[in-house]
């Protein structure tokens, strides 16, 4: 037989008022028969007491020919007026036909009317259905478990009335009425609280319309799997997915063990830290084991949900002594994640611990519940161990999380020990690192410099190969390579020592023919004062020293044995500068002598070693014209011109060290130059301060006006008091502002004290206290006195 619905009205005094096709097609009675009779006389069995609220439940009605027939009865309240209880409007569905022809032994009637009705009642997802006006129609227990009450304290009151007012309720309920209104069911996720659950829970749901025979919506059922556990699950598995990305970013101990905490706060951990061992942070070797008892640790890293992490006993950088009791000692002796719980005796001793080491946090350590120790180990190493405590968050660390700890620290560890690794390198070639190379190019604008250093694969190590980029005054700039003979520490610190001593003489703004001369004596006498020791490693060394002058684009350089360098023009033509190298420091027998040439802007200079060219079964010119080619290949910059010079130069497997310092050329124009002949009359002071002050205003200097007419007053006068003609004036606009004043006398001026009634030598004094540095250098006919001041930062 088909299923129908049927529907009757019964008034407060227990009248039926109202019977639907659907109930006569149920009974068998007609609305003639049923209406106005008591609605106790048509049913089979006695109804207990349900009173005027809403209620669903089993009723046995009697059909007009006598047998009974049980139904699933919704009884929904019905108002008058005044809104006083007026009735019940009853709607009932009755059971579904058993088709098996031999239904077997009857059930048990304590098991109720129907098995469905148990099944919905029962089942572990949480179910629920609404009339059109979102009211609760039928809730089974599980429902009734996340919502705190029984099925009676909901069946009939709107969902609104039940919940808080929070956007996931409102968007809830905004779900039911879309159901009910569009006829279309509704799939969806939420991560939300509930009355009776004391945390967020992810939820999948489920709603869909209920109808009738005909169609008609008659009301919203839903169904609400708690889906935690897999949200949970899909939650580390992006944790791990976002370590993956975030820890081992550089190769600094530290800063991984800092990215490490950045993953796991807040969302794995209130609070968590990460200790190592000493000898980690130290480079060391590692030890055969973890030792027994109890374990010094040194904190890296460790953060919190709190701002300033107070609940940390131990600050950064501190020792730390772990007992053999705690779980951190056993995570590190059993190399496994140790999960400890409030209650228990090692967690309690672990915490009065922490209060007794650091009392001022005892307060941000109330309501600790759980923490896990988990060791950081890589490739059978322990390297220290992470440490993780929740606070605020509800759950327990659990065995899942210790599994995801567990893979989480693994590749974290693989991260430190790495760091750990290339810190042990770096500090064995730390000090041969710093002689090598300067540690940072100065800035300067006569050339744009980009430099390689390449270190041999040989098992000797780093050589004495090196560079170096030197400011002078007058805007120019000294560039610098050499070479040391050998390889390992002791060619490292040569390399050092002759670094440090051109910077020296480069200082004294010696021309580079003179200045290779300096540097050829000072290894003679490091030779003789060792006794004539023919390993005296400065000996043979090579080096090659030019200066460039933006301001008349002239570049002037002498070498010391070491090959010449390759001038790129701007039109591309490539070519050796013509040059005869002197021999190597130390060996003596034939002067230096300097080259000097005038390159357009934007001509390319390459400096280099003799690894980039010279090689064991290489043929020399060839590996120059090579060079010369590869240098005119096109390039977006200086650094992309490096690595192609490399890649097309360079040996496959290159025996020895190569060093590559490549400039181009920048020129200062006329506009940023003014220069003034000065009469040696001190009656001209006053015109030339005066030319000067004017020369600052058209450049937009009038902040440095002041300080300028003084320098230039004291240095002019004193050109012409003590100095011989020709006196120049000089005012260079670059990085900073220039002033230089040249005359015929080769005297070297110097600062002396003026007593208190000396009438004069205050001036250089005075120069040097408005200025940023100043100086003198010879010049061919004769000094030059200069000084620097700092510009405004708006030009």
């Given at each position: 037989m088909e299923q129908v619905a049927a529907a009757a009205v019964v008034d407060a005094q227990g009248i039926v008022t109202g019977w639907s096709e659907g109930a006569r097609l149920l009974t068998g009675r007609t609305a003639q028969d049923a209406v106005g009779r008591p609605a106790a006389e048509l049913l089979a069995e006695p109804l207990s007491a349900r009173g005027n609220g809403a209620w669903t439940g089993s009723v046995v009605v009697r059909h007009r020919d006598g047998h009974p027939v049980t139904v699933t009865v919704a009884a929904c309240p019905v108002l008058g007026p005044g809104g006083e209880a007026a009735g019940l409007a009853l709607t009932a569905v009755p059971p579904s036909p058993d088709p098996d022809p031999d239904p077997g032994p009857d059930p048990d009637p304590g098991l109720g009317p129907t098995v469905a009705e148990r099944a919905f009642q029962q089942a572990s997802v949480s179910m629920s259905v609404f009339d059109p006006g979102q009211r609760y129609l039928r809730i089974n227990d599980a429902a009734c478990h996340v919502m705190g009450v029984s099925e009676e304290a909901l069946l009939g009151r709107p969902f609104p009335e039940t919940v808080e007012d929070a956007e996931h309720s409102r968007g809830f309920n905004w779900h039911l009425r879309h159901v009910c209104e569009t006829g279309r069911p509704v799939r969806y996720e939420s991560f939300t609280g509930a009355p009776a659950l004391n945390r967020e829970h992810a939820w999948s749901i489920e709603m869909w319309p209920v109808r009738d025979a005909d169609g008609t919506i008659l009301g919203t059922a839903l169904a609400a799997l708690d889906s935690t556990e897999q949200y949970w699950a899909r939650e580390r598995l992006a944790l791990l997915n976002e370590a993956a990305a975030a820890i081992g970013t550089t190769l600094d101990v530290v800063r991984t063990a800092e990215e490490l905490i950045g993953v796991v706060v807040p969302r794995f951990a209130d609070f968590a830290s990460v200790d190592l061992f000493d000898w980690v942070l130290d480079a060391d070797e590692p030890p055969p084991s973890v030792p027994g008892g109890d374990l010094e640790l040194r904190r890296v890293a460790h953060g919190s949900v709190t701002a300033g992490t107070p609940e940390a006993a131990v600050h950064l950088g501190e020792a730390d002594l772990y007992p053999a009791f705690s779980p951190v000692a056993r995570a590190l002796r059993e190399g496994r994640a140790v999960i400890s719980q409030a209650g228990e005796p090692p967690f309690m001793r672990w915490v009065e611990e922490r209060n007794a080491r650091a009392p001022k946090g005892r307060p941000h350590r109330e309501g600790v519940h759980s923490m896990m120790a988990v060791p950081l180990r890589?490739?059978?190493?322990?390297?220290?161990?992470?440490?993780?405590?929740?606070?605020?968050?509800?759950?327990?660390?659990?065995?899942?999380?210790?599994?995801?700890?567990?893979?989480?620290?693994?590749?974290?560890?693989?991260?430190?020990?790495?760091?750990?690794?290339?810190?042990?390198?770096?500090?064995?070639?730390?000090?041969?690192?710093?002689?090598?190379?300067?540690?940072?190019?100065?800035?300067?604008?006569?050339?744009?410099?980009?430099?390689?250093?390449?270190?041999?694969?040989?098992?000797?190590?780093?050589?004495?190969?090196?560079?170096?980029?030197?400011?002078?005054?007058?805007?120019?700039?000294?560039?610098?390579?050499?070479?040391?003979?050998?390889?390992?520490?002791?060619?490292?610190?040569?390399?050092?020592?002759?670094?440090?001593?051109?910077?020296?003489?480069?200082?004294?703004?010696?021309?580079?023919?003179?200045?290779?001369?300096?540097?050829?004596?000072?290894?003679?006498?490091?030779?003789?004062?060792?006794?004539?020791?023919?390993?005296?490693?400065?000996?043979?060394?090579?080096?090659?020293?030019?200066?460039?002058?933006?301001?008349?684009?002239?570049?002037?350089?002498?070498?010391?044995?070491?090959?010449?360098?390759?001038?790129?023009?701007?039109?591309?033509?490539?070519?050796?500068?013509?040059?005869?190298?002197?021999?190597?420091?130390?060996?003596?027998?034939?002067?230096?002598?300097?080259?000097?040439?005038?390159?357009?802007?934007?001509?390319?200079?390459?400096?280099?070693?003799?690894?980039?060219?010279?090689?064991?079964?290489?043929?020399?010119?060839?590996?120059?014209?090579?060079?010369?080619?590869?240098?005119?290949?096109?390039?977006?910059?200086?650094?992309?011109?490096?690595?192609?010079?490399?890649?097309?130069?360079?040996?496959?497997?290159?025996?020895?060290?190569?060093?590559?310092?490549?400039?181009?050329?920048?020129?200062?124009?006329?506009?940023?130059?003014?220069?003034?002949?000065?009469?040696?009359?001190?009656?001209?002071?006053?015109?030339?301060?005066?030319?000067?002050?004017?020369?600052?205003?058209?450049?937009?200097?009038?902040?440095?006006?002041?300080?300028?007419?003084?320098?230039?007053?004291?240095?002019?006068?004193?050109?012409?008091?003590?100095?011989?003609?020709?006196?120049?004036?000089?005012?260079?606009?670059?990085?900073?502002?220039?002033?230089?004043?040249?005359?015929?006398?080769?005297?070297?001026?110097?600062?002396?004290?003026?007593?208190?009634?000396?009438?004069?030598?205050?001036?250089?004094?005075?120069?040097?206290?408005?200025?940023?540095?100043?100086?003198?250098?010879?010049?061919?006919?004769?000094?030059?006195?200069?000084?620097?001041?700092?510009?405004?930062p708006s030009t």
């Amino acid at each position: 037989m088909e299923q129908v619905a049927a529907a009757a009205v019964v008034d407060a005094q227990g009248i039926v008022t109202g019977w639907s096709e659907g109930a006569r097609l149920l009974t068998g009675r007609t609305a003639q028969d049923a209406v106005g009779r008591p609605a106790a006389e048509l049913l089979a069995e006695p109804l207990s007491a349900r009173g005027n609220g809403a209620w669903t439940g089993s009723v046995v009605v009697r059909h007009r020919d006598g047998h009974p027939v049980t139904v699933t009865v919704a009884a929904c309240p019905v108002l008058g007026p005044g809104g006083e209880a007026a009735g019940l409007a009853l709607t009932a569905v009755p059971p579904s036909p058993d088709p098996d022809p031999d239904p077997g032994p009857d059930p048990d009637p304590g098991l109720g009317p129907t098995v469905a009705e148990r099944a919905f009642q029962q089942a572990s997802v949480s179910m629920s259905v609404f009339d059109p006006g979102q009211r609760y129609l039928r809730i089974n227990d599980a429902a009734c478990h996340v919502m705190g009450v029984s099925e009676e304290a909901l069946l009939g009151r709107p969902f609104p009335e039940t919940v808080e007012d929070a956007e996931h309720s409102r968007g809830f309920n905004w779900h039911l009425r879309h159901v009910c209104e569009t006829g279309r069911p509704v799939r969806y996720e939420s991560f939300t609280g509930a009355p009776a659950l004391n945390r967020e829970h992810a939820w999948s749901i489920e709603m869909w319309p209920v109808r009738d025979a005909d169609g008609t919506i008659l009301g919203t059922a839903l169904a609400a799997l708690d889906s935690t556990e897999q949200y949970w699950a899909r939650e580390r598995l992006a944790l791990l997915n976002e370590a993956a990305a975030a820890i081992g970013t550089t190769l600094d101990v530290v800063r991984t063990a800092e990215e490490l905490i950045g993953v796991v706060v807040p969302r794995f951990a209130d609070f968590a830290s990460v200790d190592l061992f000493d000898w980690v942070l130290d480079a060391d070797e590692p030890p055969p084991s973890v030792p027994g008892g109890d374990l010094e640790l040194r904190r890296v890293a460790h953060g919190s949900v709190t701002a300033g992490t107070p609940e940390a006993a131990v600050h950064l950088g501190e020792a730390d002594l772990y007992p053999a009791f705690s779980p951190v000692a056993r995570a590190l002796r059993e190399g496994r994640a140790v999960i400890s719980q409030a209650g228990e005796p090692p967690f309690m001793r672990w915490v009065e611990e922490r209060n007794a080491r650091a009392p001022k946090g005892r307060p941000h350590r109330e309501g600790v519940h759980s923490m896990m120790a988990v060791p950081l180990r890589a490739r059978g190493t322990t390297l220290g161990v992470a440490v993780g405590v929740r606070v605020a968050q509800p759950d327990d660390y659990a065995a899942d999380d210790a599994v995801f700890a567990e893979e989480l620290a693994s590749r974290a560890a693989v991260c430190v020990d790495n760091a750990r690794r290339f810190a042990r390198e770096r500090t064995t070639a730390l000090a041969l690192q710093h002689s090598l190379l300067p540690r940072g190019l100065p800035g300067q604008v006569a050339v744009e410099v980009a430099h390689r250093y390449l270190p041999s694969g040989s098992t000797a190590g780093i050589g004495g190969d090196w560079f170096d980029v030197i400011p002078l005054s007058g805007s120019r700039v000294a560039l610098v390579v050499g070479d040391v003979v050998g390889h390992g520490i002791p060619s490292a610190a040569t390399m050092g020592r002759l670094c440090t001593a051109v910077r020296t003489l480069a200082d004294v703004d010696l021309p580079p023919d003179e200045l290779i001369t300096h540097l050829d004596d000072l290894v003679t006498h490091l030779a003789a004062y060792d006794g004539g020791a023919d390993d005296v490693a400065e000996l043979g060394a090579t080096c090659l020293y030019a200066v460039y002058d933006p301001v008349t684009r002239r570049l002037s350089l002498a070498s010391a044995g070491h090959p010449a360098p390759a001038v790129v023009r701007p039109d591309g033509t490539a070519a050796l500068v013509p040059m005869s190298p002197g021999p190597p420091l130390g060996v003596g027998g034939l002067p230096f002598e300097a080259v000097e040439l005038e390159l357009p802007e934007g001509t390319v200079l390459a400096l280099y070693t003799d690894g980039l060219i010279e090689d064991r079964d290489r043929d020399l010119d060839r590996a120059t014209a090579e060079l010369c080619n590869a240098l005119t290949a096109p390039a977006t910059s200086l650094d992309a011109l490096c690595d192609t010079v490399l890649k097309a130069v360079l040996p496959e497997e290159p025996s020895d060290d190569v060093a590559l310092l490549m400039a181009r050329t920048r020129a200062l124009g006329a506009a940023q130059v003014a220069t003034w002949d000065v009469d040696p009359d001190p009656a001209r002071v006053a015109a030339t301060r005066r030319a000067a002050t004017e020369q600052l205003t058209a450049w937009g200097l009038e902040e440095t006006a002041f300080v300028t007419e003084l320098v230039v007053s004291e240095l002019v006068t004193n050109a012409i008091r003590y100095g011989e003609a020709p006196i120049q004036l000089r005012l260079i606009r670059d990085r900073t502002l220039i002033c230089e004043v040249s005359d015929g006398s080769s005297t070297s001026p110097h600062l002396r004290r003026a007593h208190a009634f000396d009438e004069g030598g205050r001036g250089l004094l005075l120069v040097a206290q408005l200025t940023q540095r100043w100086g003198s250098r010879q010049t061919a006919r004769g000094k030059t006195i200069w000084c620097e001041q700092t510009l405004p930062p708006s030009t």
